[in-house]
């Protein structure tokens, strides 16, 4: 026999990652009473990977004497997206980034000073135990606020209503059935980074060797909105990077007396490397490295989505005694430090099939897939330009321009892969879900990556940790404004 439970709370929120869970904290403080349903058994959804979230003008970088401002922060969003997004909505997750930092350490939350060697600009900010750490303390804020919170239970439809009545929520949660009342929702429930099915529709740049880094979410929360007469923005958005590895493709690199673990993709996106697609042909300037969101749409238009990072021993040698330039996909640090051990750690890999080394060109050619000629004679013209100290193709700088000549000769097999969906729901600046004629739904809003209108095709790595900072700013804002929502209609 099937149970049966009924509900009513202020405001219910749909996904319990950093957008629902900065949501709930705003909204109980504000006095609604406040639902999260989540669907799988823990909370955190994608923040659980991520590192830190942009700020401008916050209260650690005062400390630290960083001046950025959010003007410039502004200018810098709109000019790296051409103007293709909500100025409204971009503003608002700007204005308030600095603030939400405060907030968050009015409640005990610990920011370490990290600057992203990508952009330098300082914009972000590395809380104690990275996403874990805030999704940890967001939790507990919850709790303490006294935020109902339902893991395992998956909503099925959401009834639409008029104004002024309750939203009738429809949720399973193993074998019982639960009916659920709120004056206001929030859908926040993450993507659709495993749906395939949505991917392939709605996305241009994904392709079937690609893998989620993200939480598989499958789309839910942009099915029920959609439903509801949400309008769209911003869908097929990819959050990419490359050329990249699976993370659990690490180097063990015996460095006497440590081990040193560091993801191969660290190798990958080294500047003083060469980046030949599977026909044997340079394709960019491999410095672009330094910002593997922008790299991987030079990664993805190559043939089946692959790339292949190529070196000799003289670059490794160089690694070994000096560190790598870049050191992504490792601990940081590593730039200096020598790396005993680095050319087993690689050579272990080659069983694996992610590596070949060869003490000929043509073996590497033949691994890789390519016309021997044609890779042949991509390394003998990048060789002439770095003796020349001049890349006639890509005008790489000097500095990493290194010849490959001395055998053995590496090459590591890459793509360009994603961490989640950006895009979906289409909202304004108070996050408020907007229909077909741009009119708020009464009582709706979304949050985070399963809306549009705030990222433009490729992620700004000028404004490192925009993600997953304005899934946490605009939580925090659609809790701010539907708890208002829902305690002046519960007043009238």
Same mark, same amino acid.
């Given at each position: 026999?099937?149970?049966?439970?009924?509900?009513?709370?202020? =405001?219910?929120?749909?996904?319990?990652?950093?957008?629902?869970?900065?949501?709930?904290?705003?909204?109980? #403080?504000?006095?609604?009473?406040?639902?999260?349903?989540?669907?799988?058994?823990?909370?955190?959804?994608?923040?659980?990977?991520?590192?830190?979230?942009?700020?401008?003008?916050?209260?650690?970088?005062?400390?630290?004497?960083?001046?950025?401002?959010?003007? #410039?922060?502004?200018?810098?969003?709109?000019?790296?997206?051409?103007?293709?997004?909500?100025?409204?909505?971009?503003?608002?997750?700007?204005?308030?980034?600095?603030?939400?930092?405060?907030?968050?350490?009015? $409640?005990?939350?610990? =920011?370490?000073?990290?600057?992203?060697?990508?952009?330098? %600009?300082?914009?972000? +900010?590395?809380?104690?135990?990275?996403?874990? *750490?805030? !999704?940890? +303390?967001?939790?507990?804020?919850?709790?303490?606020?006294?935020?109902?919170?339902?893991?395992?239970?998956?909503?099925?439809?959401?009834?639409?209503?008029?104004? *002024?009545?309750?939203?009738? /929520?429809?949720?399973?949660?193993? #074998?019982?059935?639960?009916?659920?009342?709120?004056?206001?929702?929030?859908?926040?429930? *993450?993507?659709?980074?495993?749906?395939?099915?949505?991917?392939?529709?709605?996305?241009?740049?994904?392709?079937?060797?690609?893998?989620?880094?993200?939480?598989?979410?499958?789309?839910?929360?942009?099915?029920?909105?959609?439903?509801?007469?949400?309008?769209?923005?911003?869908?097929?958005?990819?959050?990419?990077?490359?050329?990249?590895?699976?993370?659990?493709?690490?180097?063990?690199?015996?460095?006497?007396?440590?081990?040193?673990?560091? %993801?191969?993709?660290?190798?990958?996106?080294?500047?003083?490397?060469?980046?030949?697609?599977?026909?044997?042909?340079?394709?960019?300037?491999?410095?672009?490295?330094?910002?593997? =969101?922008?790299?991987?749409?030079?990664? !993805?238009? %190559?043939?089946?989505?692959?790339? =292949?990072?190529?070196?000799?021993?003289?670059?490794?040698?160089?690694?070994?005694?000096?560190?790598?330039?870049?050191?992504?996909?490792?601990?940081?640090?590593?730039?200096? $430090?020598?790396?005993?051990?680095?050319?087993?750690?690689?050579?272990?890999?080659?069983?694996?099939?992610?590596?070949?080394?060869?003490?000929?060109?043509?073996?590497?050619?033949?691994?890789?897939?390519?016309?021997?000629?044609?890779?042949?004679?991509?390394?003998?013209?990048?060789?002439?330009?770095?003796?020349?100290?001049?890349?006639?193709?890509?005008?790489?700088?000097?500095?990493?321009?290194?010849?490959?000549?001395?055998?053995?000769?590496?090459?590591?097999?890459?793509?360009?892969?994603?961490?989640?969906?950006?895009?979906? /729901?289409?909202?304004? #600046?108070?996050?408020?879900?907007?229909?077909?004629?741009?009119?708020?739904?009464?009582?709706?809003?979304?949050?985070?990556?399963?809306?549009?209108?705030?990222?433009?095709?490729?992620?700004?790595?000028?404004?490192?940790?925009?993600?997953?900072?304005?899934?946490?700013?605009? *939580?925090?804002?659609?809790?701010?404004?539907?708890? $208002?929502?829902?305690?002046?209609? $519960?007043?009238?």
């Amino acid at each position: 026999m099937v149970k049966s439970e009924n509900i009513i709370a202020d =405001f219910i929120i749909l996904g319990g990652g950093a957008s629902g869970l900065s949501a709930a904290v705003a909204a109980a #403080e504000k006095g609604a009473s406040t639902i999260i349903i989540e669907k799988r058994g823990a909370l955190g959804g994608n923040a659980i990977m991520a590192g830190g979230i942009f700020a401008a003008e916050s209260p650690t970088q005062k400390r630290l004497k960083i001046d950025l401002r959010k003007d #410039e922060c502004f200018r810098t969003a709109m000019n790296h997206s051409h103007w293709k997004i909500n100025p409204y909505i971009i503003r608002t997750f700007i204005d308030k980034s600095g603030d939400t930092i405060k907030w968050l350490e009015n $409640k005990g939350l610990n =920011f370490v000073p990290f600057i992203e060697p990508i952009a330098g %600009q300082g914009g972000f +900010h590395l809380p104690t135990g990275a996403g874990i *750490g805030l !999704v940890k +303390h967001l939790t507990d804020e919850c709790k303490k606020l006294g935020v109902n919170i339902l893991l395992h239970t998956d909503v099925k439809k959401i009834n639409s209503r008029t104004k *002024g009545e309750l939203f009738l /929520i429809e949720a399973k949660s193993n #074998e019982i059935d639960i009916t659920l009342k709120s004056r206001s929702i929030l859908i926040a429930t *993450g993507g659709y980074g495993g749906n395939k099915e949505m991917l392939k529709k709605y996305c241009l740049d994904y392709r079937d060797n690609m893998t989620c880094y993200g939480v598989p979410n499958n789309g839910d929360g942009i099915s029920l909105a959609m439903a509801l007469g949400a309008d769209t923005a911003g869908l097929g958005i990819l959050h990419m990077a490359g050329p990249t590895l699976p993370k659990s493709i690490v180097l063990n690199i015996n460095n006497e007396p440590n081990v040193v673990r560091v %993801q191969l993709s660290a190798i990958i996106l080294e500047p003083n490397t060469v980046w030949v697609n599977k026909r044997g042909k340079r394709f960019t300037d491999e410095s672009i490295g330094y910002n593997h =969101f922008g790299s991987a749409n030079t990664v !993805v238009i %190559q043939p089946d989505n692959e790339s =292949f990072t190529v070196f000799d021993n003289n670059i490794v040698n160089g690694w070994i005694e000096n560190g790598f330039i870049l050191g992504m996909g490792g601990p940081m640090g590593l730039q200096g $430090k020598t790396l005993h051990g680095l050319a087993t750690a690689l050579q272990e890999h080659v069983k694996r099939g992610w590596v070949n080394i060869a003490n000929k060109w043509d073996e590497i050619a033949e691994w890789m897939g390519a016309d021997p000629q044609i890779l042949e004679s991509t390394i003998s013209k990048y060789n002439s330009d770095c003796e020349n100290r001049y890349d006639t193709l890509f005008n790489k700088n000097p500095k990493y321009l290194l010849p490959l000549l001395t055998p053995p000769f590496y090459a590591v097999k890459a793509r360009a892969d994603f961490l989640s969906t950006i895009g979906g /729901i289409k909202i304004n #600046e108070y996050m408020e879900v907007l229909d077909k004629k741009d009119i708020p739904i009464p009582g709706l809003y979304a949050a985070g990556v399963d809306t549009g209108g705030w990222n433009s095709d490729t992620y700004n790595g000028l404004l490192p940790g925009n993600a997953f900072g304005f899934s946490v700013n605009s *939580g925090r804002i659609a809790g701010e404004n539907a708890a $208002k929502y829902a305690l002046e209609l $519960k007043s009238i």
